[in-house]
């Protein structure tokens, strides 16, 4: 990997990523992992170039998030599995939107899965392996003081936004998006941003030209239920996403 920084050492390494520390104290780099993990890592695999997929899928979409106006901490590829993005403190809040109900949802509700849930449902739970990343209540998320009302507010706004165009695109190329988690975190500045990545991992995504309820997958459900091809799934997203839109920059 050739970079207009020098990498510097682990800062953490997550389920899917590792993220290093560089000479340049405005940077940080992301490697993506071809780890596949389930159930709180309960299931654990190594996919063979889901990593690249994930990478190559995340960089655009985010470019398209900040081409509607959504800061991202994105700033460029560096080589086909790493991004470089700006260094953020993650709120321990992982957001999550569902436009059609599916997944935990159906498990805890008594709404059969497929169901369009407009207004889409916004749920926050709390970033804590340890704790099995609980759903957050208003009165648990005021006890843990994890936001100041401004900053929930700005959150969702932010989340319904991103919705808003994740949603249109992917119907454009042919994907409903059933639902997506996503991390946010502020910069040195105080900004609040989008982290983390946008991807299969951690988005639903069905292929509208399907109507098997399995094989219109093309998401990390395809570990989850061992319903197999998951690599090809993602290949299939990315081969869209490249057709819609412009190539990723590159940073330096």
């Given at each position: 990997?050739?970079?207009?920084?020098?990498?510097?050492?682990?800062?953490?390494?997550?389920?899917?990523?590792?993220?290093?520390?560089?000479?340049?104290?405005?940077?940080?780099?992301?490697?993506?992992?071809?780890?596949?993990?389930?159930?709180?890592?309960?299931?654990?695999?190594?996919?063979?170039?889901?990593?690249?997929?994930?990478?190559?899928?995340?960089a655009?979409?985010?470019?398209?998030?900040?081409?509607?106006?959504?800061?991202?901490?994105?700033?460029?590829?560096?080589?086909?599995?790493?991004?470089?993005?700006?260094?953020?403190?993650?709120?321990?809040?992982?957001?999550?939107?569902?436009?059609?109900?599916?997944?935990?949802?159906?498990?805890?509700?008594?709404?059969?899965?497929?169901?369009?849930?407009?207004?889409?449902?916004?749920?926050?739970?709390?970033?804590?392996?340890?704790?099995?990343?609980?759903?957050?209540?208003?009165?648990?998320?005021?006890?843990?003081?994890l936001?100041?009302?401004?900053?929930?507010?700005?959150?969702?706004?932010?989340?319904?936004?991103?919705?808003?165009?994740?949603?249109?695109?992917?119907a454009?190329?042919?994907?409903?998006?059933?639902?997506f988690?996503?991390?946010?975190?502020?910069?040195?500045?105080?900004?609040?941003?989008?982290?983390?990545?946008?991807?299969?991992?951690?988005?639903?995504?069905?292929?509208?030209?399907?109507?098997?309820?399995?094989?219109?997958?093309?998401?990390?459900?395809?570990?989850?239920?061992?319903?197999?091809?998951?690599?090809?799934a993602?290949?299939?997203?990315?081969?869209?996403?490249?057709?819609?839109?412009?190539?990723?920059?590159?940073?330096?």
């Amino acid at each position: 990997m050739t970079a207009a920084y020098t990498l510097g050492s682990l800062i953490y390494e997550g389920k899917a990523k590792r993220v290093f520390q560089t000479d340049r104290p405005e940077l940080v780099a992301v490697e993506f992992k071809d780890d596949a993990t389930a159930f709180n890592a309960l299931k654990k695999a190594q996919l063979a170039g889901k990593g690249e997929l994930n990478c190559q899928i995340s960089a655009r979409l985010f470019e398209l998030l900040e081409r509607e106006g959504v800061p991202t901490h994105y700033l460029g590829l560096q080589g086909r599995s790493w991004q470089v993005v700006k260094p953020v403190s993650i709120v321990p809040v992982e957001v999550v939107i569902r436009n059609v109900a599916a997944g935990s949802l159906c498990k805890q509700m008594p709404i059969a899965a497929g169901t369009p849930l407009e207004p889409p449902l916004l749920d926050l739970y709390y970033k804590d392996d340890a704790y099995g990343d609980p759903l957050l209540t208003d009165a648990r998320l005021a006890r843990l003081g994890l936001l100041t009302a401004d900053q929930r507010a700005e959150l969702e706004r932010l989340a319904f936004r991103v919705n808003a165009v994740l949603r249109a695109f992917f119907a454009a190329i042919g994907l409903q998006l059933v639902d997506f988690k996503i991390e946010l975190g502020f910069t040195a500045a105080g900004e609040l941003v989008v982290a983390d990545e946008i991807s299969p991992d951690t988005c639903r995504l069905w292929d509208l030209q399907v109507a098997d309820a399995s094989d219109r997958i093309l998401d990390k459900d395809r570990f989850r239920q061992d319903l197999g091809g998951v690599v090809e799934a993602y290949g299939e997203v990315l081969k869209r996403v490249q057709g819609a839109c412009p190539e990723p920059r590159i940073y330096g």
